[in-house]
């Protein structure tokens, strides 16, 4: 296995994304692809040429030092590898990379556990994707 990180949204990260969060959670394309995509760092887990997983990170407007990290993706089928691990794990560094000192995420409220086990805390109130609850996440590095 591999991980690469680009600028810019690749090809294998939009399968990707269009695999688990179009096709497999309902969410439209309009919503999921965005204009922050070109100007954002992709990571992607790739096994002998597929890629399995893909999140994405960019500077935080908001917040000095800050960086947001989002779309975490793995296909269903490789899911409980820790391969979602793997991909914040490596947007993390790039993120110390470029002078980050926090990062923040908007979680899918069923995912918060796995966000709590990386060292994110949740705060603010839920918001709603498309119908989905999310809550906000931070981590200072």
Same mark, same amino acid.
């Given at each position: =296995?591999?991980?690469?990180?680009?600028?810019? #949204?690749?090809?294998? !990260?939009?399968?990707? +994304? #269009? &695999?688990?969060?179009? +096709?497999?959670? !309902?969410?439209?394309?309009?919503?999921?692809?965005? !204009?922050?995509?070109? $100007?954002? @760092?992709?990571?992607?887990? @790739?096994?002998?040429?597929?890629?399995? $997983?893909?999140?994405?990170?960019?500077?935080? &407007?908001?917040?000095? &030092?800050?960086?947001?990290? *989002?779309?975490?993706?793995v296909r269903r089928e490789r899911r *409980?590898?820790?391969?979602?691990?793997?991909?914040? !794990?490596?947007?993390?560094?790039?993120?110390?990379? #470029? *002078? &980050?000192?926090?990062?923040?995420?908007?979680?899918?409220?069923?995912a918060k556990g796995f966000y709590e086990?990386?060292?994110y805390t949740a705060y603010g109130e839920?918001?709603?994707?498309?119908?989905?609850?999310?809550?906000? =996440?931070?981590?200072?590095?």
């Amino acid at each position: =296995m591999e991980i690469t990180i680009t600028k810019g #949204l690749p090809d294998a !990260g939009r399968q990707v +994304r #269009l &695999a688990v969060f179009v +096709r497999e959670q !309902g969410f439209t394309e309009a919503s999921e692809f965005d !204009g922050t995509d070109a $100007a954002a @760092w992709h990571a992607v887990i @790739w096994e002998d040429g597929v890629p399995l $997983a893909t999140g994405r990170l960019f500077p935080d &407007a908001k917040r000095e &030092a800050g960086y947001t990290i *989002g779309r975490i993706a793995v296909r269903r089928e490789r899911r *409980g590898e820790r391969l979602g691990a793997r991909v914040m !794990g490596a947007l993390e560094e790039k993120a110390r990379s #470029l *002078g &980050a000192r926090e990062i923040h995420l908007c979680a899918q409220v069923r995912a918060k556990g796995f966000y709590e086990s990386l060292g994110y805390t949740a705060y603010g109130e839920i918001v709603y994707d498309e119908s989905v609850p999310h809550t906000m =996440m931070e981590k200072r590095l």
